[in-house]
Every structure is written in structure tokens, then in C-alpha cells.
């Protein structure tokens, strides 16, 4: 199939193609949060149906311990390769609501100074209903047209936001029927709209909550003040003491395992373009801020972090109340980056906490989820389609990054299953993904369509060969 008959495919179809999205993400998949079960629920319905129409076999929901995987294949001769498509169709909670311009599950379309031909705004457009969607619709386009090169599985799921905790077994269960080549995802970002890159691996997280307690109630700050500890104060005090002044982690062991790159993986790293200025502006900073003895780049993709996620306790409410609390509370998060196990750090942390704790306070330190950090063969066949098809639809060869956000199921893929993961994303990282005013470029998303068949294609030849 060539570029031409593959554009106009999407030229035909490009209302319905951009419609059926906007259905899509008018639905609130919300899977941190249980009022929106049912809507969860009927995105995997949505999403059943969608892949039925595009010409998939066994399309099913299948249950897991949490939401569902939808599942669906196509397999067009059993010698040929398999692609495995993975994808999420749960988002990220919308709030805080206020800081929207348009109501997060109704989508519109604005221009913006990054897509002069328009966004679509809404929670999930980027992260990941926009971006698994395209993952349909090409595999519509190659049906329709009858150029479907290889095997197809799609296993789309629905808490990726919430650390993927049921995928897993899922995946064990599932083995014999996960069988493929080479998984691809498009769950990440490229550089700018005309500058392609391609994700050469992901950071891994461990994400912990700690709750510190003093006395036994909250007490008045006079009468007690100064005399008692204040797990608030001790808290924060250890949170401080995490970081030392060239703000590099002081938890013993942290960088045990952690490794340097060389001075020539360094330097291809930094071979992609990096505007400090516009990363300033865009975020409304003046200055940048982090790890002594490297750059942006390096601390947002290669080098660990610490992170306080949220920190509460005592009086929040209006005006002023005179407490001495009785709990602090604290999620603190960290990035991994190649060969660091979450559950070792997970473990040094613990450890760390338990012991800086002074007598007067008793801390409790869980983990929550975590996963692995992962690295993608620029080598494997599967890098090499995906550079091929970008190179064809960019007319520029996409360039090795490594994306700072964590997919943690990413790990297991390889554990499990063999498979390495090709992270061919289409959005950018200011497309606000998380945040308020959430939004993916009409631009991506059919580049996105554009360039996954050539994907199939160049990944068939290769690996043919
Ligand atoms: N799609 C993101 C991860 C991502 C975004 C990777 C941009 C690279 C560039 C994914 O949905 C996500 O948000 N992951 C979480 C993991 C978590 C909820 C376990 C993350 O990175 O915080
Ligand atoms: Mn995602
Ligand atoms: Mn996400």
C-alpha cells in the first residue's frame, strides 16, 4: 500500500474518522474514580462495537479483576507476522474542573499556537483515546482496502491510569492467545510536529504513601505547641532531606543500580533538538530546575527523581485554626530509569523513612504501584518499521528519545510475553496530558493514521527477510 491510496482513504473518511472519536471521548472513562464505573464500562462497549465494524475477529470484552481488556484480532494467515496492538481507553480524572476552558467530556476543536489546524480538547484526546483510536481506524483503512500485510491483535485496556493492577494475570492467562512479533503502542510523544522521534524507552516508577502520626488527637497548638512533635513539621523536614543541594537524592542505595550512560549514548541523547526558552515560556517559569551536572533532557528522560505527588493534614479550611495535628500525611513518587527495580527502591525508601523518623512520631510507609523502566532496541526490526514509516510520512527520519512517563506494563510485555514495544506516540508533550485542557492535534492524530499501516508494511518485509 502507498502513501497516496493510504491518504486518500483518510481524506474520504475524514469527518467520520474525527467523529467517532469525539463519541468516544464524550464518554468518561475515569478509572481512578468509582462514580464512573459504568462509564468505563461503556467505553469497553464502544470500543467492542468499533473494532467489530473495522472488520476484527473475536472481538470480546474479556473481565479481568478490574475493568476489562477489550480484545479483538484479525489474523490473515497464521505464517505471516503479528503485531500486537496495546492501548488504553481509560483517562486520567478531569479536576480541577474550574481550570478548563470547555468541559472536559465535551469535546471541541481550537486552533493553538502548536496546531494551527485545531486540537480536539478533552480529557483523554492525547492520553489515550485519541492515540489507541488511530489504531482502529488504520486497521479499518487496511481492511477497507484490502492491504492488511500481516496478523493483527489489538488488547485495549481500561487501567493503565491506575497502574494497570489486573493486567498482569490477564496477560499470564492469556499467553497462548497473546502470541505474536512485536507489540506497538502509541502512548507517547514526538518532539514537534516537524521533528518525528521515536521513544527508545521509558522511565519505571515506585509510588509510595507515607502517614505519619504524633499524639494520639490534635491538640491546641498553645497549650502543646512546641512541646510535642508536629508530624507536619517532621514530614516535610524528611521530605526536605531527601534531596541534597545539588539536588541529587540522598536515600542510601537510590543510584545503586542506577546506569550512567556513555559519553556516546549521552551524546545521541542530547542530538535531539531542545529549545530551553520555549520550555520556559510554554510552562511560564524562569528558570529550570533539578539534578546537578545535567541538562533538561537528561533529568526529564534518563536520570531517577523523587517527586511529592500530594501532601495534606491539619487545617485546611477558611481562616485560621490554631492545631497541632495529630497526622501528616504524604504520596510521594519516584521515576526509575534503566536496570533500578521498584521494588528494591521501593524498599530504600521504606528503610529510609522508617529510620530518619524520630521516637516522637510513628510513620507507616505503603507502597502503592509501580513498574519497570524499559529500553527499546534502535537495533530491533520492529524500531526499525516504525523509523521507516515515520521516515515516509514526516520526510524526516524520527530521532531516538526516551520518554520520561512511565507505561509499567511495558516490563511485563517483555517478561511475559518475549515482546519488545515499539512506542510509536504522535503527541506532544504540551498537549497537557493530565492536566486541565487536555487536547491532541487533528494534525497528529491523522499523521497517526497515516503512518501505522506503513508501519505494518515495513514491519512485514523486515521481518520476512
Ligand atoms: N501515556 C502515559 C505515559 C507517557 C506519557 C509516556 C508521555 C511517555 C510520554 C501513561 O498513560 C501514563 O500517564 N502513565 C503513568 C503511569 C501510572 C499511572 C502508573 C505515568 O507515567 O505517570
Ligand atoms: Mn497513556
Ligand atoms: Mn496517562
Known amino acids: 500500500m502507498d502513501n497516496a491510496a493510504i491518504k486518500s482513504y483518510i481524506d474520504q473518511n475524514k469527518d467520520r474518522v474525527l467523529n467517532e472519536l469525539l463519541d468516544l471521548l464524550r464518554i468518561p472513562s475515569v478509572s481512578a474514580d468509582s462514580k464512573y464505573k459504568q462509564d468505563v464500562l461503556k467505553t469497553a462497549e464502544a470500543i467492542k462495537a468499533r473494532l467489530i465494524e473495522a472488520g476484527a475477529d473475536k472481538v470480546e470484552i474479556s473481565p479481568t479483576k478490574g475493568f476489562p481488556v477489550v480484545y479483538g484480532e484479525k489474523i490473515i494467515d497464521p505464517k505471516k507476522p503479528t503485531v500486537v496492538v496495546y492501548g488504553h481507553y481509560d483517562v486520567q480524572p478531569a479536576d480541577p474542573l474550574e481550570l478548563w476552558h470547555s468541559p472536559p467530556f465535551e469535546p471541541v476543536i481550537k486552533k493553538t499556537e502548536l496546531h494551527p489546524d485545531g486540537a480536539i480538547f478533552a480529557r483523554g484526546s492525547c492520553d489515550d483515546k485519541g492515540q489507541m483510536y488511530m489504531h482502529v481506524k488504520a486497521f479499518e483503512l487496511m481492511m ?28 499470564i ?141 491539619g487545617y485546611t479550611g477558611e481562616g485560621a485554626k490554631t492545631v497541632l495535628p495529630s497526622k501528616a500525611f504524604a504520596k ?72 520520561g512517563g512511565s507505561i509499567p506494563i511495558v516490563a511485563l510485555f517483555k517478561k511475559e510475553l518475549g515482546l519488545d514495544s515499539i512506542l510509536l506516540g504522535f503527541g506532544l508533550d504540551t498537549d497537557a496530558l493530565h492536566s486541565p485542557n487536555e487536547h491532541y492535534g487533528i494534525f497528529n492524530y491523522y499523521k497517526g493514521i497515516e503512518t501505522i499501516p506503513l508501519f505494518y508494511k515495513y514491519f512485514t518485509e523486515l521481518q520476512s527477510k
Open 144 to 171: 477497507k482496502t484490502n492491504t492488511l500485510p500481516c496478523n493483527v491483535k489489538f488488547m485495549i485496556e481500561g487501567e493503565e491510569e491506575v497502574g494497570s493492577p489486573s493486567l498482569g494475570d490477564w496477560i
Open 173 to 313: 492467562e492469556n499467553k497462548e492467545k497473546l502470541k505474536g512479533d512485536v507489540i506497538l503502542i502509541s502512548d507517547t510523544s514526538i518532539i514537534a510536529n516537524d521533528t518525528p522521534s521515536i521513544d527508545s524507552g521509558l522511565r519505571g516508577l515506585a509510588y509510595m504513601e507515607v502517614e505519619v502520626t504524633g499524639a494520639n488527637r490534635d491538640l491546641h497548638s498553645g497549650v502543646y505547641g512546641g512541646g510535642v512533635a508536629n508530624p507536619i513539621n517532621i514530614l516535610c523536614k524528611i521530605i526536605a532531606s531527601c534531596h541534597d543541594e545539588n539536588n541529587h537524592i540522598t536515600i542510601p542505595d537510590f543510584y545503586a543500580d542506577v546506569l550512567e550512560l556513555t559519553k556516546e549514548q549521552r551524546d545521541e541523547l542530547n542530538k535531539a533538538p531542545f529549545d530551553i526558552n520555549n520550555f520556559k515560556k510554554d510552562l511560564g517559569i524562569e528558570d529550570v530546575w533539578g539534578e546537578k551536572g545535567y541538562n533538561t533532557t537528561e533529568r526529564t528522560g534518563v536520570r531517577p527523581t523523587l517527586d511529592v505527588n500530594g501532601i495534606w493534614g
Open 332 to 403: 510521594i513518587s519516584m521515576r526509575l530509569v534503566p536496570n533500578q527495580s521498584s521494588d528494591k527502591i521501593s524498599a530504600v525508601f521504606q528503610k529510609y523513612f522508617e529510620s530518619v523518623a524520630p521516637k516522637s512520631v510513628k510513620i507507616e510507609v505503603k507502597p502503592h504501584h509501580g513498574g519497570e523502566p524499559v529500553v527499546v532496541s534502535t537495533e530491533s526490526v520492529g524500531y526499525k518499521a516504525a523509523s521507516m514509516a515515520m521516515e515516509q510520512t514526516y520526510g524526516k527520519k524520527p530521532i531516538p528519545t526516551r520518554g
